[in-house]
């Protein structure tokens, strides 16, 4: 998507001209009016094929970099991409040589060492500026020793770590029942899709070749080590592990009797575990070629066949490679490779924006945006969700274009929200029925809604040696619930003016119940919640807040915690009227709510708040004003707001994301309800 940028204004602008946007109630209706006009016109010319809206998402170099390694691995010639890939990369580069995990973010060890591997496959040398700076830092981190398990294992396919410093994983892990507590199906579905790949690779522990040969202790980035004699970093002992942690010294321990044993390398059952493993990924691509809809297992599920036997012509590997090839974006920064591709979320949440708009219900386009999204509701027999939850029918929504594997909770709540808000008599219909029946059946024991499993909550498979992310486990979060809870009381707010089944509306009563209840649980005591996939007590807050309007008229201690959050978000309101949070608040709590102003994290904020404030508070008035001076840039006759942060959340202090159209679409919303709000706070008046 190329934008043309005619205005752009820092922060630093703005706070010197003290926002002067007139916030009297008339001026500011009509200066948002004005905006949305203009968003709504940039929403339109961002339509892709009349039909639906799919942004870049951004993340981090290490999926580029990875690609690169992928392709010097399985042999795919890179050298009409290698320019453009090096181009990205190079400019990613921090001041200090490193790579970071997001914009405006540390420098990463492991990021930076996979980055540095791509550029020297790529062709630059280890001489120019901009590699010393980068091994500089690496250095100063403390080599390739530090880099995490992922990291440990790209490397040790070319020869450059030891197979021995990385955790085992025995291929017959795919043997174990679902009903034991360590499974595959025990283990996140971002997780399992890597995991079951892997088996494989480790395994064969390959040696692929770099551009100075196949040498299986090869001196290529020898450069990167503290010690170049000492390649082998010593994992925690099991005394050390006690002292952390019992299950940590168990899975230690189990880990260094693995390694004694060979990794089980030689027992009887290998050769079945393999097939059963390359059986489990082919019968999990898609007809397009994908895998879970995330480029993680594309990768290694390619190189996983390709050691079982596989070439680079089979019709599978060939799908595959095309289905990566998707996942590109090129323009005049550089090519990279995108995580994962957001088509169906970037759509119906555009279509609920442009609903808060005052977009006309009936516009062809708003239509057709509608039925495109619905005819990607996943209703045949595929998906790992039905390990635990067998007797359910099928009715998810996932993210991406192909991935009928795993459909996720938290789509298909924004899918709801996004039917009935444009045409409220789809309430009814088998596919908004569908969808919430298969929601209701997904929910978790806590009552709180994950985003791909149902119980996925043993927690202390984080601890196993192959885990150093804290990512194996897909526990209820505040913010999947919290907008199930939106989605589920539209349904029923909606009913009483449309019909919809009363045996629906009582199992939505019943789970909302105990939803109001996992939310209590969680509150925390100045009044946040947290936010796993949205960065991070202001996304988790505001889509609580959201989720519990619904139910909070004969419910006062629903009021009471609406209450608490607005609070919490009204004090951590910048000075310019707007909010925002830095991903330092994941590791930092102290840090919840504060940072720099941005437009999706204000408009996540105006959002909480105006489900209990009045449209004329002051905090209210102020956000709305922020978003409307902040509205600078322009394409044509449509405009949107700018922002360079990363808002989202893969992995908590691990992984973060940057949807390119969150800067767009969630301040739409804000300035919608509020449009909404002020009129229906002037037919009050009227009325009395």
Not at 57 to 68: D, G, Q, R
Request: net charge negative; proline share 5%.
């Amino acid at each position: 998507m190329t934008t043309s940028i005619a205005v752009t204004e820092t922060s630093q602008t703005l706070r010197r001209r003290n926002l002067e946007v007139e916030i009297g109630e008339d001026s500011l209706q009509s200066q948002v009016a004005q905006a949305l006009s203009k968003a709504t016109r940039y929403a339109f010319d961002t339509l892709r094929c009349e039909s639906h809206w799919c942004g870049e998402l951004l993340s981090n170099v290490t999926i580029t970099a990875e690609h690169v390694m992928f392709c010097q691995a399985v042999g795919i010639d890179l050298s009409l991409d290698s320019e453009v890939y090096k181009k990205y990369i190079l400019a990613q580069q921090r001041q200090d040589g490193s790579w970071s995990l997001a914009p405006d973010h540390c420098g990463d060890v492991s990021t930076s060492s996979e980055a540095y591997l791509a550029l020297k496959i790529l062709g630059v040398s280890a001489a120019t500026p901009a590699m010393q700076r980068a091994r500089d830092f690496i250095l100063r981190a403390g080599g390739i020793a530090k880099v995490r398990v992922l990291t440990r294992i790209n490397f040790a396919q070319f020869g450059l770590f030891p197979w021995d410093g990385v955790p085992q994983l025995p291929a017959e892990l795919i043997f174990m029942p679902s009903n034991l507590p360590i499974n595959i199906y025990a283990f996140s579905s971002w997780a399992r899709s890597v995991i079951v790949p892997l088996l494989i690779i480790q395994h064969h522990q390959p040696i692929y070749a770099l551009p100075n040969g196949i040498i299986a202790s090869n001196n290529f980035v020898d450069e990167l080590w503290l010690d170049v004699e000492e390649k082998v970093p010593l994992g925690p002992t099991l005394y050390e592990a006690w002292k952390n942690d019992a299950f940590g010294c168990v899975f230690v321990g189990l880990d260094k009797v693995l390694c004694s044993l060979g990794g089980l390398r030689w027992f009887p059952l290998r050769s079945l575990a393999r097939r059963q493993c390359v059986n489990w990924i082919l019968e999990r691509q898609e007809m397009a070629g994908d895998w879970a809809g995330i480029i993680p297992p594309m990768h290694t599920g390619i190189q996983a066949l390709l050691l079982e036997g596989f070439k680079l012509g089979d019709p599978k590997i060939r799908h595959g490679l095309s289905a990566i090839e998707r996942f590109a974006w090129q323009d005049e920064n550089g090519k990279r490779i995108q995580a994962c591709v957001s088509p169906v979320w970037d759509t119906v949440l555009m279509i609920r924006a442009l609903c808060d708009a005052g977009t006309d219900r009936t516009d062809l386009r708003l239509q057709c945006a509608a039925e495109w999204c619905k005819a990607r509701q996943q209703l045949g027999p595929e998906g790992d969700w039905r390990i635990y939850n067998s007797k359910s029918l099928a009715g998810g929504f996932s993210f991406e274009y192909y991935n009928t594997w795993y459909p996720d909770v938290d789509d298909t709540a924004a899918a709801i929200l996004a039917f009935v808000s444009q045409n409220p008599r789809s309430v009814n219909s088998p596919t908004v029925e569908r969808a919430a029946e298969w929601v209701l059946t997904m929910q978790n024991n806590d009552g709180g809604w994950a985003a791909f499993d149902i119980n996925n909550n043993k927690l202390f498979l984080n601890k196993i040696p192959f885990c150093d992310m804290n990512n194996l486990c897909d526990p209820s979060s505040a913010d999947v619930t919290g907008r199930v809870l939106e989605a589920l009381g539209l349904i029923s707010n909606t009913s009483c003016h449309e019909y919809v089944d009363p045996s629906l509306l009582d199992r939505i009563d019943s789970a909302s119940d105990r939803a109001i209840h996992y939310l209590v649980q969680t509150q925390e005591p100045c009044g946040a919640w947290y936010g796993r996939w949205g960065v991070n007590y202001i996304y988790g807050t505001s889509h609580v807040l959201c989720g519990l309007a619904y139910f909070s008229e004969n419910q006062p201690f629903v009021r009471d915690m609406i209450d608490c959050g607005a609070a919490w978000l009204k004090r951590r309101q910048n000075d310019e009227g707007g909010w925002g949070e830095g991903l330092d608040s994941y590791s930092d709590p102290s840090r919840a709510g504060r940072g720099s102003s941005t437009p999706s994290q204000t408009a996540w904020a105006l959002m909480g708040l105006l489900t209990m404030l009045d449209p004329g508070d002051d905090a209210v008035k102020k956000g709305v004003a922020y978003l409307v001076q902040v509205q600078t840039e322009f394409q044509g006759e449509g405009a949107s707001w700018q922002e360079t942060q990363y808002t989202a959340t893969g992995f908590p202090e691990h992984f973060y994301l940057g949807y390119s159209f969150y800067r767009h679409y969630f301040p739409m919303m804000a300035l919608g309800r509020y449009l909404k709000a002020i009129r229906a706070s002037n037919e009050k008046q009227h009325i009395r």
